[in-house]
Structure formats: structure tokens, C-alpha cells
């Protein structure tokens, strides 16, 4: 089994590739989303606060191709984005 980032009442996060800018934090996560049990990846996006915890924000993720590009090459490393997706991808463009 896999260790858990953290838990929450709606999904286990397994796996989070994340870019910071400033106070905003990018992220591409892997999540089992408990009520349907179903994994999936999420685009996400959290706010620093004084303290520098980050606090997920629930609005949809716009980012400059650059910060994208960064994202997408920390969700590889981070195994978000497992070899056989990209491969996949990679196949049917």
C-alpha cells in the first residue's frame, strides 16, 4: 500500500508535484477520491499564508505556459504522471 500525503473526507492524496511562486503554490496531485473510489489527478491550487501554510483554494488553476510546462515536468518526477501515461500520450498525438 501506498503512504498517504494526507487524508481528508473527500480523497487520500498519494502523490503531489508542486511549483511555487511567490505566496501561490501550483500543484498536480494524485488522489483516490473516496466516495466514488475511483484515482484520479487534480490540478490544484493553494495559497500561503502568513505562517507559509498552504491552504487549498478552491477555484480553477490558470497558469502561464512556463508555470505549466514546470508543473508538468514535477508531476514526472514526482510520479503523478506515471511513464505509461505519458507514453500513451505520447502514441496517440
Do not use: W
Not at 501561490?24 to 490540478?43: D, H, M, N, P, Q
Not at 490544484?44 to 514546470?70: C, I, M, Q, T, W
Not at 508538468?72 to 504522471?81: A, N, T, Y
Amino acid at each position: 500500500m501506498v503512504n498517504a500525503i494526507k487524508t481528508t473526507d473527500y480523497c487520500v492524496l498519494f502523490n503531489q508535484g508542486k511549483v511555487t511562486t511567490g505566496d501561490s503554490v501550483y500543484a498536480i496531485e494524485k488522489i483516490l477520491v473516496r466516495k466514488k473510489g475511483t484515482t484520479e489527478i487534480r490540478f490544484a491550487y493553494y495559497k500561503k499564508d502568513s505562517n507559509g501554510k498552504e491552504n487549498f483554494v478552491p477555484r480553477p488553476l490558470d497558469l502561464e505556459e512556463e508555470h505549466l510546462v514546470s508543473l508538468l515536468k514535477e508531476g514526472i518526477k514526482s510520479e503523478v504522471i506515471s511513464k505509461e501515461m505519458l507514453q500513451k500520450v505520447i502514441d496517440e498525438s
